[in-house]
């Protein structure tokens, strides 16, 4: 007798097992159907490809983490494989990228997205790189098209969108008639300005200021934008001058010689620049930063240097970064690369790694290259110096998935283009009623010759020559050779103001604010070759003291926090003996809150009772370590936000208001000091005067409070880690409020040491909680004295294929502070590669 399924079970239980084994059947079927779709897109990483456009043959070589190597016989080769490569596993991010920079994620995405569309066609991103493009050498250009053919020989190869990325299937429920266009150099020239602007300085700060003065008088305004504690933590250079309009290290300085503002301008204004999506940022802009420094010979074990670099951007999936080696199998003029690193998807060559003989790095300069004008307008015209001028105008139509097309008017002054009407116009008044951008990445740039030049550079003077071409984003680049040389050098286009300093918007109307035609000149920016110390250390501290520079290069430094603490590891590693690639590592890792030492002493002296005593005892000796299993580490960080709000909340206009960074430890630090300062008052409550101990009280109650909700009563059961996780979040699905896509494509979380300003530098936003939402984006440690013995991390992976096995499988040892191999040498390459594919022509 055969027993039918289920006749054993009462029957509302035999009813809800079929139901379930139905839901299971279909769950399984769509499992099916979806594992065949996503390896559909999966690269194809062995055999032989027939690359139409190749001179010649091509290999590519894969680790077991797929990072590639090329090797090709010319420079065109090289690059139009990297297209290709870069095709294979990042297609779906290059293209979405482009969709960004153009102003047109509408076209993918719908309504959702106009606001961007509106701001960035605002900007004219696309436009500044139409005008770019010609003025590029005619060996970039010719670059930039192999690079474009290798990605649309990917492409042709995979015409249904489905085989190139699972992102597309999605996009069929939306638009389904969505189908991508041919690559093209503009695509990647473009791209630089994504990157540009999640690199800005300090727009937002110039937005803050002016929204702050709207609510507090200018000396409490000044109380939160203290100055750069020069004596307490020390600039990149420390030595030389302009001289004889040169920078010159040697050299000595010689003995040195209101705003107007419209709030409701200003404050459209801010979100137009908020809408723009952040493409290798964050919207916690205090986070973005990075480490790097260099140590030369005579301190490290192989008597050559050592250069460490990682970059702190946004916690995204897939990172930022793709890490490749580009190898030219016999270097000759013709084809002069040998180089590995760190790349961008969308863009040829290497942006950060190093040469067989040169290795650099990256962190940002931070000059003030961005300037808001207010502006008068009237009708179509503006007032300039007494007379009405009339406004530029163009025409920019965004065509919307699913909708009709929508068409805006872009109205500029001679300042730039009027960010504010991005999200309505304003009516006039005699007051500024309208606020004009000026960015130099608004002007046409070298930027991209740049990149092929550091490719090749092979000594100092190559590598100085390849970064005077470095206009856009200013960034400090640190220097180290095979032949012993280390430096730094500060380049970029940063302008000369007439009049004023840039911290605050100015009025437009008057002329007595523009810029000068030209920029500071590049030989006149600080550089340093083989300084006497042995070691240059840059994690977007201040470059030089003011009083020994002249030209202007910004207000608003990173306070240096970070930047000391790698100084005093350094020196004190060096004190113990030599130092080697491991020791720089460890320094890359170190997660110490800085501020802890002046702030701890203050809570542990108030009168405290009930359970938030027993947490305040976390902090008795704590050393401030923020491993992600430190219970005082949770504790003082919540202690931190509570501070925070509590404070400043009262006072400060929403967009003014803290989220965390090294500026706001100077400004707690000086109302330290002051019991009785008026910031410690909470003006909510009527009739009675806090003073600093009260405010630091319920700090540390209202942190036990949370805490003990988040993580339970038993304080040294709490975590850093439980509180402080990565959630890697894919760069375009990851937010769309649907939660299974969001399943496919996100990852994490992970537990997190570090913090905002250290050098562990994983960042966090007060206003928002404690997740992670700023990264050491990669981490490289460059040995010169064995280039196979350098040491590199990315955040993700080398894939951007949802459930390939490379597509977040460096995030668990980057969360461990773990490396890999940074392999170069083309014998240690062979020997690791699981995959060999052979393009041919």
């Known amino acids: 007798m055969r027993l039918r399924p289920y006749a054993w079970m009462p029957g509302p239980l035999r009813w809800f097992a079929r139901v379930v084994t139905v839901l299971l059947a279909i769950a399984l079927v769509l499992a099916a159907v979806l594992v065949v779709t996503v390896r559909q897109s999966f690269p194809q990483v062995e055999g032989t490809v027939r690359l139409p456009g190749l001179t010649g043959n091509v290999e590519i070589y894969r680790d077991k983490y797929g990072i590639p190597h090329i090797y090709a016989d010319t420079a065109e080769d090289l690059f139009m494989a990297q297209g290709f490569v870069h095709a294979q596993d990042r297609y779906w991010e290059m293209d979405f990228r482009r ?37 590029l050498t005619e060996r970039t250009r010719r670059f930039l098209d192999s690079y474009a053919k290798g990605v649309n020989s990917w492409t042709a190869a995979n015409p249904n969108a489905s ?73 990149i250079v420390t030595r030389g001058t302009i001289d004889r309009e040169r920078f010159d290290q040697t050299a000595e300085p010689r003995t040195r010689q209101d705003t107007r503002t419209g709030a409701r301008a200003l404050a459209q204004a801010a979100r137009a620049l908020d809408a723009v999506p952040s493409t290798i940022g964050a919207t ?18 192989s008597g050559k240097p050592l250069l460490a670099n990682d970059p702190h951007l946004s916690a995204q999936l897939p990172s930022v970064w793709y890490q490749v080696g580009l190898h030219c199998r016999v270097p000759s003029e013709a084809c002069p690369y040998d180089v590995t690193g760190f790349s961008f998807s969308g863009v040829p060559g290497v942006i950060i790694g190093h040469t067989d003989k040169i290795a650099w790095g990256f962190t940002n300069l931070g000059p003030d290259v961005a300037d808001l004008f207010l502006e008068k307008v009237d009708g179509d015209t503006y007032l300039y110096q007494g007379e009405q001028v009339p406004l530029e105008t163009r025409q920019e139509r965004i065509e919307v998935a699913g909708g009709a097309p929508v068409t805006i008017t872009v109205r500029s002054t001679l300042h730039g283009p009027l960010v504010n009407e991005v999200m309505g116009a304003v009516e006039p008044s005699g007051e500024a009623n309208a606020v004009a951008l000026s960015w130099t990445a608004l002007m046409p740039g070298r930027t991209v010759d740049a990149i092929f030049e550091l490719n090749q550079a092979g000594d100092w003077h190559e590598f100085r020559a390849a970064a005077a071409l470095f206009e856009v984003p200013a960034q400090n680049l640190v220097y180290a050779d095979t032949s012993g040389t280390i430096g730094y050098q500060a380049p970029g286009r940063i302008p000369v103001r007439k009049s004023g300093d840039g911290t605050v918007p100015v009025p437009g109307w008057t002329g007595e604010y523009d810029w000068n035609t030209a920029p500071i000149p590049y030989d006149q920016l600080p550089s340093v070759r083989n300084p006497a110390e042995g070691f240059v250390v840059t994690a977007n501290n201040a470059v030089i003291d003011p009083r020994r520079y002249r030209p202007h290069l910004t207000e608003d430094w990173s306070y240096g926090y970070r930047s000391q603490r790698i100084l005093d590891l350094l020196r004190e590693e060096i004190g113990k003996g030599q130092v080697d690639a491991a020791t720089m590592a460890r320094v890359q890792r170190d997660d110490r809150n800085l501020f802890a030492g002046t702030l701890v002493p203050s809570l542990m002296a108030v009168d405290l009772a009930g359970p938030a005593k027993e947490a305040r005892g976390l902090l008795d000796g704590w050393n401030g370590a923020q491993d992600a299993g430190s219970a005082a580490a949770a504790y003082f960080n919540a202690v931190w936000r509570h501070l925070l709000e509590l404070t400043f909340h009262d006072e400060l206009p929403e967009g003014a208001r803290p989220n965390g960074g090294d500026r706001w430890y100077e400004v707690v630090a000086g109302l330290l000091r002051d019991p009785d300062d008026p910031y410690w008052d909470d003006t909510r409550t009527e009739g009675i005067t806090e003073r600093r101990d009260d405010i630091l009280r319920q700090a540390m109650a209202s942190a036990f409070q949370e805490l003990s909700e988040l993580l339970g009563d038993d304080v040294k059961a709490w975590r850093w880690g439980d509180l402080h996780g990565l959630k890697l979040t894919h760069g375009s699905l990851g937010t769309s409020g649907i939660a299974p896509i969001e399943a496919l494509f996100n990852r994490g979380p992970l537990a997190s040491a570090g913090g905002k300003d250290a050098v562990n530098a994983t960042g966090w936003n007060v206003l928002e909680g404690y997740a992670v939402t700023t990264v050491p984006s990669m981490r490289m440690v460059v040995d010169l004295g064995d280039l196979d013995e350098s040491r590199w991390i990315n955040l993700t992976g080398a894939s951007g294929h949802a459930f390939h096995e490379n597509y977040w499988d460096q995030a668990e040892l980057w969360a461990r502070g773990e490396m890999l191999p940074m392999r170069s040498d083309a014998g240690s390459v062979t020997k690791a590669a699981v995959h060999t594919l052979r393009l041919r022509p």
């Not at 969709?99 to 309504?111: D, I, M, N, W």
């Open 99 to 135: 969709h960004v920079t153009a102003g047109r994620l509408s076209e993918l995405f719908g309504a959702t997205t106009l606001d961007s569309d509106k701001a960035i066609r605002t900007m004219g991103w696309r436009k500044v790189a139409e005008q770019e493009l010609p003025e």
């Open 163 to 235: 085989d190139r990325s699972l992102e597309y299937s999605i996009l069929k429920a939306q638009n389904g008639a969505y189908d991508p266009e041919p690559w093209t150099p503009l695509d990647s020239v473009a791209w630089l300005k994504a990157m540009a602007w999640d690199l800005r300085s300090n727009l937002e700060d110039e937005i803050d200021r002016a929204l702050a003065l709207t609510a507090l008088p200018p000396e409490r305004v000044a109380q939160l934008y203290p100055g750069y504690p020069y004596d307490e933590h020390e600039p």
């Open 284 to 301: 916690d802009r205090e986070g973005i930063g990075s480490n790097s420094w260099v140590v030369s010979g005579e301190h490290t074990k």
